[in-house]
């Protein structure tokens, strides 16, 4: 009888022909099954270990040997110091650069296309070369965002709610929340006395009758001091201002029995039962107009009062074709009447944000009650035109544009840390980077109240970069 070893033996002997036949279709094949797996596996091991012992003793024998930076187009950066260099083939030299920004720019070039290569190397390669006085652009940001941190969207302009003091800060915060409600209309007072009314994302002054300062248009709106800078940060539409109409009172009934020139009428819309349409009598005949512009003939030749304007009905249509009647009113300005905010709202003691997204990048979205940014203890308001505060992530960045000017090789503007940096042309972006990236476009206002970084007519572009004078020193003995 087989002992209990035997058994062990054969089972094993019996395995071993099992996976032998499988792996190594040989059931007699004594070579262990895994022996050239494993000896390929320890051969690369070694390889590797051998590879990198190498490069490390080439490394201690010649250090900074990293090839390739004595040629144009190159950013060397000293990996000890952090310092930048561009390499002069003219003079066999290393010229200093003062900033990131100008480093770049005269490695790419005038005709950039594309951002310079950096190249890394240790102070002793550099050691022994000729250097030039020190070139960069003053005022020039040490750091520069990368491409793929640049995105002003959401941008929101927001006036804080009141202090205990009722007084409003006005700030400007890039990649934001979304708008915290949907859009309405109200009246935006300004400290000269004006006033706008803010409808379908723009500003249009109101007109005002000098000689009767109680009559106000819109007066159902709610009327906000939201801040100059507020105002002046959204697009501009055209002011509403009353049509002049000459012989007030003429040609009466010969149009619309009843009416005479300066007469104005109303008929419900066909779309909106929410709406009326408005229309006026001119010395052109009968024209429409906006809700706006009907304001602005009630508060000059109605002293305020709607009571007189004028239902009209279907026989007031006889031979004429409501809805071919010319335009009257002022271009850019909505049809309908502007809605302001529920009336459970209390928009007085609410923040009030206009909001820029991808989606609307024209006309922002108007919202109360965001979140603003948190004030610092110690701060202080803005003087002159500008924003009291901006935020914006450290190391982040945006590329901005007048929203009027859209040509290819407009000039644009990098905000970072709180500062505008113009960019005068598109070789310039692409030396810097931000060849991809697509400028926002924000309106003038907006652009203007955003601290210059850069004096004296300088932009970060390569006419920009000059030899810095040398720091002066005490007096010499």
């Not at 990198?52 to 040997?65: D, F």
């Not at 009722?166 to 004006?194: C, I, K, W």
Request: overall charge negative; charged content about 20%.
């Amino acid at each position: 009888m087989a002992t209990r070893k035997d058994l062990l033996k054969a089972q094993s002997f019996t395995t071993r022909r099992m996976i032998a036949s499988f792996i190594n279709r040989d059931p007699d094949d004594t070579t262990p099954p895994l022996r050239r797996v494993g000896m390929a596996t320890f051969v690369s091991v070694m390889l590797g270990i051998v590879l990198v012992a190498g490069y490390t003793l080439l490394g201690l024998i010649r250090p900074g040997s990293n090839p390739g930076w004595e040629e144009a187009g190159v950013v060397i950066s000293d990996t000890e110091s952090g310092a930048l260099f561009i390499y002069s083939a003219e003079g066999d030299m290393l010229v200093p650069m003062d900033d990131v920004a100008s480093a770049r720019l005269k490695a790419a070039g005038p005709e950039a296309t594309d951002p310079a290569r950096t190249v890394n190397v240790k102070t002793e390669a550099l050691r022994g070369m000729r250097q030039a006085p020190v070139e960069g652009i003053q005022g020039s940001p040490r750091q520069l965002p990368d491409a793929d941190d640049m995105d002003a969207y959401p941008l929101k302009v927001c006036s804080t709610a009141p202090d205990l003091s009722g007084e409003r800060f006005v700030t400007l915060e890039f990649n934001a929340e979304a708008p915290a409600s949907d859009g309405f209309s109200f009246v935006a007072q300004h400290s000269d006395r004006s006033e706008y009314v803010i409808f379908g994302g723009r500003k249009h002054r109101l007109w005002s009758d000098p000689s009767n300062t109680g009559l106000t248009m819109v007066p159902d709106l709610p009327r906000i001091p939201v801040g100059n800078s507020w105002i002046a940060a959204m697009p501009d539409g055209l002011p509403i201002t009353p049509i002049d109409i000459q012989g007030m009172g003429d040609d009466h009934g010969r149009y619309i029995p009843g009416m005479a020139r300066g007469d104005i009428g109303r008929a419900p819309a066909s779309t909106d039962a929410t709406q009326d349409q408005y229309f006026v009598q001119t010395d052109q005949g009968i024209v429409r107009i906006s809700y706006l512009d009907m304001d602005a003939l009630v508060q000059r030749y109605h002293q305020g009062s709607t009571a007189q304007i004028r239902t009209l009905g279907p026989q007031d249509w006889a031979g004429l074709d409501r809805f071919a009647l010319p335009e009257g009113r002022t271009p850019d300005v909505p049809w309908d009447q502007p809605v302001g905010p529920p009336q459970d709202a209390n928009i007085e003691n609410q923040s009030i944000c206009a909001t820029w997204t991808e989606e609307r990048q024209q006309d922002p979205v108007i919202s109360y009650g965001d979140d603003t940014p948190e004030l610092p203890p110690n701060f202080r308001v803005a003087v002159g035109n500008s924003f009291d505060l901006i935020a914006m992530e450290p190391l982040t960045g945006a590329l901005l544009r007048h929203s009027e000017s859209s040509a290819e090789d407009t000039a644009v503007f990098l905000v970072g840390d709180g500062l505008r940096y113009p960019i005068p042309d598109v070789a310039s972006r692409r030396a810097l980077g931000y060849g991809d990236v697509t400028p926002a476009p924000v309106p003038g206002g907006l652009l203007s109240q955003i601290p210059d970084g850069l004096r004296g007519g300088r932009s970060l572009s390569l006419e920009s970069v000059q030899a810095l004078q040398p720091p002066q020193g005490g007096d010499e003995d």
